[in-house]
């Protein structure tokens, strides 16, 4: 948070906020003895839906300029409107219209996103699902 402008005052509160409880596990029946997670936010924490919308809107901003840019068309979803991303609580689909080049916007959008704010992609997590009409390019956009 702090690579992306956010005051030590307002990291530190929610450092503070974020590790201040202590997990224990049920296990057959028994359980076992509190335990400060590993890492994250605990699940259903309030604070959490508003610092992923905070730090998203930064990745929100550099797909709309590849857009605007016309490197990035996203997929057409009426007469005047495309769609390139929807964002979740946890969770960035990304949309392409099966080119080559929306693959490098989406690519160049995520490159200058990471670098700017520190964050990594998880690749254990994430996949590129193709639609049959772009089948040929699909060993081309996942390289």
Wanted: overall charge neutral.
């Amino acid at each position: 948070m702090l690579h992306v402008g956010f005051s030590s005052d307002f990291v530190n509160w929610v450092e503070g906020f974020s590790s201040s409880f202590s997990l224990s596990l049920f296990i057959n029946g028994s359980a076992s003895s509190f335990f400060p997670p590993s890492r994250g936010l605990r699940q259903g924490c309030p604070l959490f839906p508003l610092l992923f919308i905070l730090i998203a809107e930064g990745f929100s901003r550099c797909l709309l300029h590849e857009r605007e840019s016309g490197r990035l068309k996203g997929i057409k979803m009426g007469e005047n409107l495309s769609i390139t991303h929807l964002l979740f609580v946890d969770d960035v689909l990304l949309f392409g219209d099966g080119s080559l080049r929306d693959a490098q916007a989406i690519h160049q959008a995520l490159y200058l996103y990471c670098k700017a704010t520190g964050m990594e992609v998880n690749h254990q997590k994430s996949c590129i699902i193709f639609h049959r009409a772009v089948e040929g390019q699909e060993r081309a956009i996942q390289n």
